[in-house]
């Protein structure tokens, strides 16, 4: 039900190929957990864009995990599994094949709303 495709003005994002209903999990993403002293050495490479706070360290989101661009009006909720090195990516509306997939990033990430202001 997912595909990587080009997103306008954003490089890549993940696209939904059928439907999603409100509340269905859309994807599951098993993550790498950096440990808290490794922490600093993704600041400025490119992976600084795509690691999503995880208690005192950072995670990456294999799978499509960390592709699915942010929006201030987004369709996907996504929820960390702290303990099971999880993040799970749920549909907050229905969501229509072809449709972009978009979560906002600053709701669990505070301290990334600067960095995050400029896009839709």
């Known amino acids: 039900g997912l595909r990587i495709g080009a997103s306008q003005g954003r490089g890549r994002g993940g696209f939904a190929t059928r439907v999603f209903p409100w509340g269905e999990l859309v994807a599951v993403s098993p993550d790498l957990v950096l440990p808290a ?57 229905d969501i229509a094949p072809g449709e972009e997939l978009f979560t906002n990033y600053t709701a669990s990430n505070p301290h990334r709303s600067d960095l995050w202001a400029h896009l839709s």
Do not use: C, M
């Not at 995990?65 to 799970?88: C, F, M, T």
């Open 37 to 93: 002293k490794q922490q600093g050495s993704v600041d400025g490479t490119v992976l600084d864009s795509y690691v999503f706070g995880w208690g005192d360290s950072l995670a990456i989101a294999f799978g499509y995990g960390s592709l699915y661009n942010h929006s201030w009006a987004p369709n996907l909720e996504y929820q960390k599994r702290i303990a099971d090195a999880l993040i799970e990516f749920v549909a907050i509306r």
